[in-house]
């Protein structure tokens, strides 16, 4: 089993920065694909990117292109991801998933979940 820890939330001001942290254990995490999700409060849970084991990428879903970015440091067991230039809209629970080797945009592929770590942007 993988177990999956994020970190680095918080309160930010719009047009801030933040860098979430996802550390695994468990398993080797340099076959797995990475991908991170959020879920703003009322709303279905949403795919932002995936990057395979390879440290290829999926798109970026359209809310975030060009502002926030995924990472991967193998030999820390840790992903990334950076963020910037946040707004009030991407208030929520981010979420770091696991699957084996590579991306799916099939949220129900991912067997491997952490708890989360909620992000506000707020003045």
């Known amino acids: 089993q993988l177990q999956l820890v994020e970190s680095g939330g918080g309160l930010v001001q719009p047009g801030g920065s933040l860098k979430l942290s996802c550390v695994a254990s468990?398993?080797?995490?340099?076959?797995?694909?990475i991908a991170w999700f959020r879920q703003a409060p009322g709303k279905e849970r949403e795919r932002l990117g995936c990057?395979?084991?390879?440290?290829?990428?999926?798109p970026y879903a359209d809310s975030v292109q060009g502002r926030f970015s995924i990472s991967r440091d193998n030999a820390n067991n840790t992903a990334y991801l950076q963020m910037n230039n946040l707004q009030p809209e991407d208030t929520g629970i981010y979420y770091c998933?696991?699957?084996?080797?590579?991306?799916?945009?099939?949220?129900?592929?991912?067997?491997?979940w952490g708890q989360g770590t909620q992000v506000t942007v707020s003045s």
């Open positions: 990057m395979s084991r390879s440290g290829g990428t999926q």
């Open positions: 468990g398993l080797a995490f340099e076959d797995q694909a």
């Open positions: 998933a696991g699957k084996r080797f590579v991306c799916s945009m099939d949220i129900n592929l991912y067997a491997h």
